[in-house]
């Protein structure tokens, strides 16, 4: 009978199994290219202008567009359509009060310029705007573009 040596199936201690870390390393190349082929398509061009104060310059502004704001008066939840203020006491009816407002604005314009320019105070809630949106999508407008202002009313 044939005896093996036993020290030759040994690892030395000297040596390092070099297979699990060679795995871990291809799983992490693949799980970035994947990852970042999906963070390259969302990647879209935004030219933001320098030192703008408005959300619209002078030369835009014309009878198509309609404001409505959102913001902060007092502990209360202010809405407005253009100068037009809309009393925030009576939740059920803001929506239904804004969208005939939008309309009487927009009843004169084509229906490819009818854009609503929603501008919100930073420290608004989504609850709060809510309404604004729902007002905004029952009326007769076919485009809206969202502002907000640099800094709340107080801080003026």
């Known amino acids: 009978m044939v005896l093996r040596n036993i020290n030759q199936f040994r690892v030395s201690s ?6 699990p870390l060679i795995d871990i390393v291809f799983l992490l190349i693949i799980f970035f290219l994947i990852v970042f082929q999906y963070i390259d398509a969302e990647n879209f061009p935004v030219n933001v ?9 002078d030369q835009q502004q014309s009878n198509a567009f309609v404001t409505v704001t959102v913001l902060h008066s007092q502990s209360q939840v202010d809405f407005a359509v253009g100068a037009t203020k809309v009393s ?5 009816d803001i929506a239904a009060k804004l969208t005939d407002l939008i309309n009487i604005q927009l009843e004169t314009t084509s229906p490819d310029q009818r854009t609503v320019i929603l501008r ?22 076919t485009d809206i573009q969202l502002a907000t202002f640099k800094q709340t009313q107080q801080e003026k």
Request: hydrophobic residues 35%.
């Open 49 to 57: 202008p320098d030192n703008c104060s408005n959300a619209i310059d």
């Open 120 to 141: 919100v105070d930073k420290n608004i809630c989504f609850s709060d705007v809510q309404y604004a949106l729902a007002g905004i999508s029952q009326s007769i407008a």
């Open 88 to 92: 925030s006491l009576d939740t059920g």
């Open 14 to 19: 000297k040596s390092f199994n070099m297979t």
